[in-house]
């Protein structure tokens, strides 16, 4: 019995374990709470709004395990929304309106990296600068208001799917082990936990740190505008205002996930995790009906908690 | 009798089993100024520390102008009218020249700062030092020197009744030094204690009145200056009397043995001309240790930095196999086959958090495309082999080598570069903060990678240690090569002087 006990103490140990606890113990919570909760309109609900937010809490878990910030990723969200409906509506065909868009993206992301890993200034500061720019050439493009377009196709990836699952779920599951695998498996990936973990001892290790951070900043920058364009399928809009608040709530799930604002640790499974709590949490509030202000004091207070589970941590 | 000023009676410290001080007498009067001179570890920063109150002796006592006081805090210690100036710079960055002096008794007028009479006086105390700098600046912004000569006007605005200065010169040019002195007398002749702590023989006997010399935590000897030599104080200081202190420790020595240690030279320094240093030549065999020996501030430092690409040359060149090589960067320098073992191993040499796998063949990884896949298995067994040969201690080498102790640590350190068949790796205080059995362990590693072919650059403050590990010593005095030593001609003592920049007495040839 005790053996068993002490069994279950040690699968639970870590702090992924416990998190899977939480997130399961929510779900009950919230079966018991809402008839509705356990819906498959609903469950496929709660997938696809981690579908946008999903990929930029894992490209946002990369910068932080390098000991970065990204703030812009909002921004970058309707950059892109705005670049793919200018190119659309001008008649532009898809490839080349997704290149256009993603490439502003990646530009975004490449400024970024410049100013941080070249010029060596606080991220923090740099991406709260461009966060600001690049909304503003946003509104500048498109006007204040949101713009529709129309191409079956990105409604299609927007809307449909695939099996039964919808399409933007392939995305995020794409972004997730394709980050997964750079982040485990290659040379970047485990330079990226050195550098945030000691960048001198990197850079005199011979670790090419100026190369490596503009990296982890265009790759940011790339995923911010893959969000952009899931999220321009799903409204048939580019909009000016779209993607604001974003920073946090990436951070948010990143933080759960367990991974240190320090730099040098973190792990993809923790992020998943976090972003499904807060999807489960933010859902759950819809369904029972509580109004969005009090959404964004609960989504406030699971920081402030998950930064005091941390630091009880180390 | 007149009073002392200060006066540690028969005061003993243990740190664990290690006695640190033992039976410490020491008097330091008002109105004079007394050098206080040990070797590497012969006590001085324990003796500060008990007289800062940072932590209380094991058994005797500690007068000040004639009360005994106990329980001393370091602000009691300000009250009493003694000032320290540590080795390492207590200055906050960020702040104002002005407002680091007077920090913690700021001139007041009706309760508030009164920021014009701080800056006045300021102003006036670096005047003093002929500092002619603005008191509103940032001590962020200043250079050494001038960090070096505020934390001394610092410690003189407290107007100091004992004033206790730890190496006070290291940071300092030769007119920098001369304006301290005047600084010093002027206290002296206000009746103020100064104590002078330095390693820099030809300063203390200029400036001091008495000179006290401690080893191994024991008094040795004091008295009036003129009562000394250079070479007399050098030889209270080791204890011997200019005899080799080869063996010490030193059971096996493989460098007379080594394969082509005199014939292949493998890097060759030519006129080397850095900000601090100049005119350096040098070569470094295969197999061999060459030793680097050197006050702090000498040029020591600089040169190893150039050699890993951390300092851009005025003018010199480098050759490494008889090619000659460009070292503008750290990869560069690793590419060339140079490894840095830093001196400070947390800061620059190793990912705490990171495995000891991570921490070893990180490295080598860098020579494939980033985004090229790790090779773990071929890693894993490379690791292993490492902690093996090196004999690492550790439960596996996944372990964050952060579990390790100072000199396993340090072992993996040294296994990156093996890993990456480093020819040269420069070995900067590799013993530093380490214990003394990891120490000797970590020096014979050292040895056997010299003797499997590589050439190594080593450097020590411990003058006996660097006799123990090193073939060859050169020593380096202010910016130049003062004197080379060959293995038959390590003396302890010559050594000593040399890194002062005293010619010394030449070591009889016939005892090797």
Redesign the interface.
């Known amino acids: 019995m005790a053996g068993r006990l002490g069994g279950l103490k040690q699968l639970t140990a870590g702090y992924l374990p416990k998190l899977t606890l939480a997130s399961v113990a929510l779900i009950i919570l919230l079966a018991n709470l809402s008839p509705h909760f356990f819906t498959l309109t609903n469950l496929k609900d709660i997938l696809l709004g981690t579908a946008v937010i999903g990929i930029i809490s894992f490209g946002m878990t990369m910068v932080l395990i390098s000991d970065g910030i990204d703030l812009s990723v909002g921004s970058v969200v309707a950059f892109a929304s705005v670049i793919l409906c200018v190119s659309i509506n001008a008649g532009l065909g898809l490839p080349l309106a997704l290149l256009l868009t993603l490439t502003g993206a990646v530009v975004v992301g490449l400024v970024n990296g410049f100013f941080i890993a070249v010029m060596n200034i606080n991220p923090f500061i740099i991406t709260l600068g461009t966060m600001s720019v690049v909304r503003g050439v946003a509104y500048i493009i498109i006007g204040g208001r949101p713009l529709p377009f129309e191409q079956a196709t990105v409604r299609f990836i927007g809307s449909g799917s695939f099996l039964g699952v919808p399409i933007p779920i392939y995305f995020l599951a794409a972004v997730l082990v394709l980050l997964w695998f750079l982040l485990k498996y290659t040379q970047f990936g485990r330079n990226v936990y050195a550098i945030g973990n000691n960048q001198e001892t990197a850079r005199l290790s011979g670790i090419n740190v100026v190369k490596t951070r503009i990296l982890v900043f265009a790759l940011m920058g790339l995923l911010a505008g893959l969000a952009g364009f899931l999220l321009a399928a799903q409204t048939y809009a580019g909009i000016p205002a779209a993607g604001q608040g974003y920073e946090l709530d990436a951070l948010t799930a990143v933080i759960l996930g367990g991974t240190s604002l320090k730099g040098g640790q973190g792990r993809l499974a923790g992020t998943v995790l976090g972003t499904f709590i807060v999807a489960l949490v933010l859902n759950g509030q819809n369904m029972l009906g509580i109004p969005y202000f009090y959404q964004l004091v609960s989504k406030g207070a699971i920081i402030l908690v998950a930064m005091a589970i941390a630091r009880k941590r180390t | 009798m007149e009073t002392s000023a200060l006066r540690i009676d028969h005061v003993t410290k243990r740190f664990g089993g290690v006695k640190a001080l033992t039976d410490i007498q020491l008097e330091f009067n008002p109105g004079e100024i007394t050098g206080l001179i040990g070797s590497n570890g012969a006590g001085k920063s324990t003796l500060l520390n008990i007289i800062w109150g940072v932590f209380p002796p094991d058994s005797g006592r500690l007068f000040i102008n004639g009360g005994e006081v106990r329980k001393i805090t370091p602000e009691q210690a300000q009250e009493l009218g003694i000032s320290i100036i540590f080795q390492h710079r207590r200055l906050l960055p960020y702040l104002p020249i002005a407002e680091n002096i007077f920090i913690g008794k700021m001139p007041r007028k009706s309760g508030l700062i009164d920021y014009r009479k701080m800056h006045a006086d300021a102003a006036q105390l670096l005047a003093m030092l002929e500092l002619n700098l603005d008191t509103h600046r940032l001590v962020a912004e200043l250079t050494a020197e001038e960090k070096q000569l505020v934390e001394i006007v610092k410690a003189c605005a407290r107007e100091p009744r004992i004033l206790l200065m730890d190496e006070p010169t290291t940071a300092l040019r030769q007119h920098e030094v001369q304006t301290l002195f005047g600084i010093m007398r002027s206290l002296k002749r206000k009746g103020c204690s100064v104590v002078f702590i330095s390693h820099r023989l030809k300063e203390v006997m200029e400036i001091c009145d008495r000179i006290s010399i401690i080893r191994d935590g024991r008094n040795v000897i004091a008295g009036p200056t003129a009562q000394f030599t250079a070479d007399s104080i050098v030889d209270h200081m080791s204890g011997k009397r200019s005899q080799p202190a080869r063996g010490e420790g030193a059971a096996v020595h493989v460098g007379a043995s080594r394969p082509g240690s005199a014939s292949e030279v493998l890097l060759r320094v030519k006129d080397l001309n850095l900000p601090k240093v100049r005119g350096i030549n040098f070569q470094l065999h295969r197999g061999e240790i060459l030793g680097f020996a050197g006050l702090g501030g000498s040029g020591i430092d600089d040169v190893l930095e150039y050699l890993?690409g951390l300092q851009v040359a005025e003018s010199g060149a480098v050759e490494i196999d008889g090619m000659k090589v460009s070292l503008k960067h750290?990869?560069q320098a690793?590419r060339h086959g140079i490894g840095?073992v830093?001196e400070d191993r947390q800061?620059?040499?190793?990912?705490?958090?990171?495995s000891v796998q991570?921490n070893i063949c990180?490295?080598k990884?860098?020579q494939?495309?980033?985004?090229?896949?790790?090779r773990r298995d071929d890693e894993h067994s490379a690791a292993t082999k490492y902690v093996a040969e090196l004999s690492i201690k550790t439960d596996s080498v996944h372990t964050p080598i952060k579990n390790l102790s100072g000199g396993n640590q340090q072992k993996a350190v040294i296994a990156?570069w093996l890993d990456?068949d480093s020819r040269i790796i420069l070995m900067h205080e590799p013993t530093a903060g380490i214990d003394v059995a990891a120490k000797q362990e970590v020096n014979r590693l050292i040895q056997a990678i010299a003797a499997a072919g590589k050439g190594i650059i080593y450097t020590s403050s411990d003058m006996s240690e660097l006799m123990d590990v090193a073939d060859r010593i050169i020593v380096i005095y202010q910016g130049r090569i003062f004197k080379e030593f060959s293995r038959l001609e390590f003396d302890h003592n010559a050594l000593y002087l040399a890194i002062n920049g005293i010619a010394g007495p030449q070591p009889d040839l016939s005892r090797g």
């Open positions: 890993f750290p990869r690793i840095l830093p800061l620059n040499g190793e990912f705490l958090e990171l991570d990180i490295a990884g860098q494939r495309p980033l985004l090229s896949t790790v990156k990456l």
